[in-house]
Nanobody
Framework: QVQLMESGGGLVQAGGSLRVACAAS????????MAWYRQAPGKEREWVAG???????DYPDSVKGRFTISRDIRKNTVYLQMNSLSPEDSAVYYC???????????WGQGIQVTVSS
């Protein structure tokens, strides 16, 4: 059974940086895409970064230029480097891996990122 585990979250001051990671365990293959989402209290979950099999990345305007997604294919791990953080970035961050056999994606359990002002 595939499990995704996020790590690296925590508390950071506004203007600071944080890197979160998500590693997959279990038998997983043919990863088509890896992505990060976040959900703040009272808000819907929103997509914040994605990387596909050819290495192309994409971001919404809200984080473009501040967040960087990267991956280590051999480790089935995806990273999210977050710079110039603001309190509005505070949320639970989730990773998602999409494969042909599970198009709805495998999700991590989420990790809290809190940015203090």
């Amino acid at each position: 059974q595939v499990q995704l585990m996020e790590s690296g979250g925590g508390l950071v001051q506004a203007g600071g940086s944080l890197r979160v990671a998500c590693a997959a365990s279990g038998r997983i293959s043919g990863i088509k895409a890896m992505a990060w989402y976040r959900q703040a209290p009272g808000k819907e979950r929103e997509w914040v970064a994605g990387i596909i099999s050819n290495g192309a990345t994409d971001y919404p305007d809200s984080v473009k230029g501040r967040f960087t997604i990267s991956r280590d294919i051999r480790k089935n791990t995806v990273y999210l480097q977050m710079n110039s953080l603001s309190p509005e970035d505070s949320a639970v961050y989730y990773c998602k891996f999409t494969t042909p056999w599970k198009p709805e994606g495998h999700w991590g359990q989420g990790i809290q990122v809190t940015v203090s002002s």
